[in-house]
């Protein structure tokens, strides 16, 4: 039932028999074979590069023919120069020049901070990383409130509440996340700025304002919800969707940073 070639994963479901053994089976069969498709999907074959030209392929067929390790290390390091020429889809090079000149007029701290971040790559690489992702678990615990609200539980204290109620705490959560996804924007193209990186040229950093401006959107959605059942509804579902977003821009930022 299952073919596995390679370093990526081939499936191909058999028609099963219509008994109920093939009933029962078939359903899971087909839901794997639609998992192994989401090679498709995801740089290691193809990255989102732009608007114009969306999907560039980066395998090659005599890559069949070569040893597995080989292929492997091969794919790794296509995948990180594809990531590292991926110009974004939204046109935020028309800024690029007044950032640039910004930083090249050495504003407060940053020369102090730029010669620690080259003695020290693993935190000029990984620190922008590590800080997303606090911030991101911080974000998952909010609305995990914000569902309780909705399921009747706005009334409960959960852990790590300090004591209020989830009614209460998941504004209070919100804000402070939309606050500090707001600042995640200059320390990241500060980071790269040190590192003498190209800063807005990438999908991470268009995957960034969208995530920042899908936010604001949704914290509009809930200062509308108090008047408003749609605004509610909207704000409920179009804030879980966020999280989507949010894993894309963190799996591009991954790939940015082993281009750097």
């Avoid at 039932?1 to 078939?26: E, I, N, Y």
């Avoid at 046109?91 to 000149?101: F, G, K, N, R, T």
């Avoid at 609200?149 to 204290?157: A, D």
């Amino acid at each position: 039932v299952f073919d596995f070639k390679g370093p990526f994963l081939h499936c191909a479901v058999d028609v099963l028999p219509v008994t109920m053994s093939g009933r029962s089976l078939r359903r899971p069969l087909l839901a794997a074979s639609l998992l192994c498709c989401i090679r498709w999907a995801i740089p290691s074959c193809h990255v989102f590069t732009g608007s114009r030209n969306i999907f560039t392929p980066r395998s090659t067929p005599t890559a069949c023919n070569r040893k597995l390790p080989e292929r492997w290390r091969q794919q790794r390091t296509c995948n990180v120069a594809t990531g590292a020429d991926a110009g974004g889809f939204l046109h935020l090079d028309i800024l690029e020049p007044a950032v640039q000149s910004y930083f090249a007029s050495s504003p407060p701290l940053y020369p102090e901070m730029k010669d620690f971040l080259k003695e020290n790559p693993i935190t000029s690489h990984w620190a922008h990383a590590v800080g997303g992702t606090l911030l991101f678990a911080y974000g998952a615990y909010a609305i995990f409130l914000g569902w309780q609200i909705r399921l009747g539980n706005g009334g409960t204290v959960f852990p790590f509440s300090y004591g209020e109620t989830a009614a209460k705490r998941h504004p209070g959560m919100m804000k402070i996340f939309l606050l500090f996804l707001f600042f995640e924007i200059p320390d990241g193209v500060t980071l790269l700025a040190a590192n003498d990186e190209r800063l807005l040229q990438s999908t991470h950093a268009s995957t960034a304002v969208v995530s920042v401006a899908l936010m604001s959107f949704i914290a509009l959605l809930g200062f509308a919800g108090s008047s408003s059942r749609f605004a509610r509804d909207a704000h409920a579902y179009v804030g879980s969707s966020a999280v989507v977003v949010l894993l894309l821009h963190s799996y591009f930022g991954l790939y940015l940073g082993w281009s750097l």
